[in-house]
């Protein structure tokens, strides 16, 4: 898993089916699964070891619901830790992670009963991101923190992963240690792969998956919950010798650097004795020429032998893939009435938004599926084929619904649409759009009473182009008003037919979505909206009946349900809190938090004051031990740039190829302007300009001109001496600090690296840090920045840097910065 929207192509028509692998149609849904337990507990993040994300619980349900209200709020958790992580409750208990401790909280107060701190460190908690295990920082990995993807709770113990390897069973009484043991390589190292999901617990062992082994290979362990000690192994590629290992070539390691990680938790069935699990891409991601072949079991479904870890069958949803399609959210197990019989069954959900429904014993479909033709690129020996579900509707846009086509005329000019998501990355040409791969991370939900999954997937357009060079993950392209065409589609998905019967498109949220779903056996679906809000939907038409402002709009969580003493409860973690409701709950709800406005240009990202523009810009990836550079010559730096009226402003050219740089409105153009010339061009009259490169129409820019008096923007007219300069002079000085200890990650213009670091600008990062203060931000940066090198810093460069952040998040301050009045600043536009 590497970023989620955005790579490159090559059109060409495709039609036709290939083999299709029939079986019956079933025809309803099991309301009774064994499966289906979670009531009063919630043991496991998923409810249940099915990974359902369903209460049979129906206290709450499409009447009551009405009275819901919240019973109680947390106290904010120690070192000012935010975490995304479901609770889970078992024995009259709530566990949870947060930063750098796991808690117990009295499910029906919130008090905390014990508290254990895994990390003997500094303390400090580093912030989850949305993009789960793949992007918790250096930082955790070297502190021994609990993963941020939850616990599991069973049999007197409370299961937690960590960040360097290690898996922890804690004393649900006391938080005291029962056993701690690391399923990493040996010796231990401190920079370790980390526990990458939430422990499943279920038939006395734990169920667990490593991020890679010492090469970079996925792995799922298992572990006797009595004593830790490990039952076996498996490596999601196979070895030379194995069966599989011939979808690799044969001349090189290149099986070895495959990654097909896991980044999801088990879901088991105990009666069938089989424990199941999703991997993900194959890496490098873009770099298909490396491994040709199917590259098994790269985004497979994979079910082991609980009791030995030997592979009793595998289905492969993408193959080859160089899309980042992972079976990206957990699997579910849910059963199927197929002519008249019972069906076990177990859902996976392709990133692309298509469910594929598998028979769990053997693997075989339930709802049929073919092999379909698909673009091929000779540069990344693409599979000639990939499998769709027969009838299958995708629960965000493609070609086979061809509602691609509410795109077709809203797609910024000098682009070209391509509606298939298997759209390969190609070199040239370099303007294709094709729909985003974006259904991931937030758990689905099965409800066996309607028998539909529930599912949220972030809809929108990734423009398709790669770099020569294998290795490098080309992202971060500057489209403006790409992200207007996003949005968030929630779904139900008929299990029966496999086809959409009800959809809601949300506005476009941070990251992958503000937080996956829960359905109850009251008829009622939970998921939080990314403006704040709980939403309640009646499970069979999606209408919403009941809302409550929660008033963070931070990184995705998911609702889970539990009773005790005869009251079923709602919770879930916004932020730094527990929030956890129940019918007459009386708390209320918090205001609503503003959400930043969206540009009408269609621009998004920083605003440099700044006078000279360079048409190629050089992007930078880390890969495992190296950095890597691309020189985009379609993009220019900086992308939007704010100057006085009456300011010179030169472009040059850094590229290999010539640009002729125009207005769209026409009024201006720079004249062909080849590889290292510069032309200079003045603008008299303000305005914001948008323009592209006439040869390459892709490219895009944006030139706000403001007037002669407006301070700060560079050029003519200078600002007034005293106040303002100061804080622009610490920005200043903060500018070239993050260049030096920050942009390497975050990037030169703040955008962020994909999953390597999230941006440090813009809309995602300021409704991140909605309802804090610039104090936060500082603490945050202070204790946790740069990752792996904390507080390496001196305080005067801190405060610089987070004025520079300030500043080109248009939060300005009248002066020069100091730690107490960073804390009335706040971070809300
Ligand atoms: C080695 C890579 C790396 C370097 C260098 C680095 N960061 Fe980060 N940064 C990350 C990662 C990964 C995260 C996400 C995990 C986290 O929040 O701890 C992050 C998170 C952040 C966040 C929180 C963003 C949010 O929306 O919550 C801020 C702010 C930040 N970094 C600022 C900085 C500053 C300022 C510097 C330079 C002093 C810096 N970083 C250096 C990798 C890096």
Not at 509 to 533: N, P, Q, Y
């Amino acid at each position: 898993m590497k970023n989620y929207n955005r790579w490159a192509a090559l059109i060409l028509l495709l039609a036709g089916a290939l083999g299709i692998s029939v079986m019956a149609k079933p025809a309803s849904v099991t309301p009774d699964d064994p499966l289906l337990a979670a009531k009063q507990e919630w043991s496991l993040v998923g409810g249940d070891p099915g990974d359902t994300h369903y209460s049979s619980s129906s206290q709450i349900d499409t009447q009551s619901v009405k009275s819901l209200g919240a019973a109680w709020v947390s106290k904010k958790f120690e070192d000012g830790a935010t975490s995304r992580v479901i609770p889970v409750v078992k024995d009259g208990l709530m566990f949870l992670t947060a930063g750098t401790r796991v808690y117990a909280l009295d499910p029906t107060s919130g008090q905390v009963i014990w508290t254990y701190q895994s990390a003997s460190g500094s303390g400090v908690a580093p912030g989850p991101t949305d993009l789960g295990a793949f992007a918790y920082s250096a930082f955790a990995r070297e502190n021994a923190l609990p993963n941020n993807e939850g616990v599991a709770a069973g049999d007197g113990k409370v299961f937690v992963g960590v960040t360097t390897g290690h898996v922890i069973a804690l004393d649900e009484k006391t938080g005291k240690v029962a056993w701690n043991h690391t399923i990493s390589y040996e010796p231990p190292r401190s920079m370790a792969p980390q526990v990458s999901a939430a422990p499943i617990y279920a038939d006395g062992i734990v169920f667990c998956n490593l991020e890679s082994d010492e090469a970079y290979v996925g792995l799922a362990i298992a572990l006797d919950g009595k004593d830790g000690h490990e039952l076996w192994r498996f490596h999601t590629i196979p070895a030379p010798g194995e069966p599989g290992h011939e979808t690799w070539p044969q001349n090189s390691n290149s099986w070895q650097m495959g990654a097909s990680n896991i980044w999801h938790p088990a879901a088991v069935d105990p009666d069938l004795g089989l424990v199941f699990y999703g991997t993900g891409s194959a890496d490098p991601i873009q770099g298909g020429e490396l491994r040709p072949g199917n590259n098994l079991y790269t985004n497979s479904v994979l079910a082991l032998d609980i009791k030995t870890g030997k592979l009793r069958w595998y289905y492969q949803l993408t193959h080859h893939d160089i899309w980042d399609t992972d079976i990206a959210i957990p699997l579910a197990l849910y059963n199927a009435q197929v002519n008249g019989r019972t069906r076990k069954g177990v859902a996976a959900m392709r990133a692309d938004g298509y469910l594929f429904l598998l028979d769990r014993e053997t693997g075989k479909p339930l709802i049929p599926t073919q092999e379909r033709p698909v673009i091929q690129s000779s540069l990344s020996k693409t599979s000639p084929t990939q499998p769709y579900p027969v009838g299958g509707e995708s629960v965000l846009v493609s070609g086979e619904n061809s509602n691609c086509a509410e795109w077709k005329d809203k797609i910024p000019a000098g682009f070209v649409l391509s509606c298939s998501a298997f759209t390969p990355s190609t070199l040239d040409p370099a303007n294709v759009l094709a729909p985003s791969v974006g259904v991931r991370v937030q758990p689905m939900s099965f409800d066996p009473q309607t028998g539909y999954f529930y599912v949220q997937g972030a809809a929108g357009l990734a423009w398709r182009r790669r770099a020569k060079d294998p290795y490098f993950f080309l992202n971060g392209a500057h489209v403006p008003g790409l992200s207007k065409l996003s949005y968030t589609s929630l779904a139900a998905i008929d299990s029966r037919t496999d086809k959409v019967v009800w959809e809601k498109q949300l506005p476009p949220a941070a990251g992958l979505g503000s937080g996956g779903m829960l359905s109850t056996a009251g008829g009622l679906v939970f998921h939080r909206r990314e403006d704040g809000t709980l939403d309640a939907y009646d499970a069979k038409t999606g209408d919403v009946l009941w809302k409550f402002q929660i008033g963070y709009v931070g990184s995705s969580a998911t609702p889970m349900s539990y009773e005790i003493d005869g009251q079923q409860y709602i919770a879930m973690i916004a932020g730094s809190e527990v929030w956890s409701f129940r019918l007459g709950g009386s708390i209320p709800p918090r205001p609503a938090p503003r959400m930043p406005a969206p540009s009408d240009s269609g621009f998004v990202g920083p605003i440099a004051d700044a006078d000279s523009i360079a048409a190629a810009s050089v992007m930078q990836m880390n890969w495992v031990n190296s950095v890597r550079y691309y020189i985009d010559d379609y993009s220019v730096n900086p992308y939007r740039i704010r100057v006085k009226a009456g300011t010179p402003v030169t472009f040059g050219n850094n590229g290999s190829e010539t640009h002729e740089f125009a207005a769209v409105d026409g009024s201006w153009t720079t004249g062909p302007l080849s590889p290292d010339m510069t032309v200079t061009l003045t603008f008299d009259k303000p305005g914001s300009y948008t323009y592209i490169c006439k040869k390459h129409p892709w490219t895009y820019g944006q030139i706000i001109v403001v007037d002669k008096s407006t301070s700060g923007a560079s050029g003519a007219g200078g600002s007034a001496p005293g106040s303002q300069g100061s804080f622009a002079d610490q920005a200043a000085r903060g500018k070239a600090a993050y260049a030096q200890s920050c942009s390497g990650c975050h990037m030169a213009d703040l955008s962020g690296n994909g999953q390597a670091a999230p941006p440090v600008a813009g809309t995602d990062f300021l409704a991140h840090w909605q309802g804090r203060t610039a104090g936060d931000l500082f603490d945050k940066i202070r204790t946790t920045m740069p990752t792996g090198n904390p507080a390496s810093l001196n305080k005067e460069t801190y405060l610089n840097i987070v004025a520079y952040l300030l500043q080109v998040n248009e939060v300005p301050a009248a002066k020069e910065l100091n730690e107490d009045t960073l804390k009335a600043i706040s971070l809300s536009k």
